[in-house]
């Protein structure tokens, strides 16, 4: 009998945006990026320890749909970022942006996602950054291991970038 199952099998590129690919059982095809984002802080010291996760959809046999919805995405990108914060002091941001008026949407799907470990492994604040001149609102996650020392630092750093704050 075969086992089902529950994450799919994924492959760390690495280069400086630290890079991981996967392919769904619908074919479907994902990066998914931490690129370096020390420019979101006000301190020096923390520069190298602030990432922005990207998702990118980059083969999309469905296209102009979006591909199948797909439980197995979720156990996946929590094992990718599992696996990226094995250096357990960094911080990642993750941008919903509402271009396509979608980013409740993809706040919902992404509290979902971390909603398994978010009391176990990691910290997840949110940080909404209001609503630009096109109307568009903008929200940002911080995500952190719980043992990550600078944690509060950087949000409290971050906090005070995006506000304008000196």
């Known amino acids: 009998m075969e086992q089902e199952l529950s994450s799919y099998d994924y492959l760390?590129?690495?280069?400086?945006?630290?890079?991981?690919?996967?392919?769904?059982?619908?074919?479907a095809?994902?990066?998914?990026?931490?690129?370096?984002?020390?420019?979101?802080v006000d301190k020096p010291?923390?520069?190298?320890?602030?990432?922005?996760m990207v998702i990118v959809l980059t083969n999309n046999p469905y296209e102009p749909r979006l591909p199948p919805v797909d439980a197995l995405m979720s156990a996946t990108i929590r094992s990718i970022v599992?696996?990226?914060?094995?250096?357990?002091?960094?911080v990642v941001i993750y941008i919903c942006d509402d271009s396509?008026?979608?980013?409740?949407?993809?706040?919902?799907?992404?509290?979902?996602w971390f909603g398994r470990y978010k009391t176990e492994i990691f910290v997840k604040l949110n940080v909404p950054l209001g609503i630009d001149e096109?109307?568009?609102?903008?929200?940002?996650?911080?995500?952190?291991?719980?043992?990550?020392?600078h944690f509060m630092p950087i949000y409290e750093s971050f906090k005070r970038t995006v506000s304008g704050e000196k």
């Not at 095809?29 to 979101?40: A, D, T």
């Open 12 to 27: 760390f590129v690495g280069g400086p945006n630290y890079i991981y690919t996967l392919k769904t059982r619908f074919e």
């Open 29 to 40: 095809e994902y990066e998914i990026k931490f690129k370096p984002s020390g420019y979101l």
């Open 45 to 52: 010291e923390f520069e190298a320890l602030v990432f922005d």
């Open 82 to 90: 599992a696996d990226f914060f094995k250096a357990h002091e960094r």
């Open 100 to 112: 396509d008026s979608k980013a409740d949407s993809r706040r919902k799907l992404f509290d979902r």
């Open 134 to 149: 096109d109307g568009m609102a903008y929200s940002v996650e911080l995500i952190s291991r719980f043992d990550n020392p």
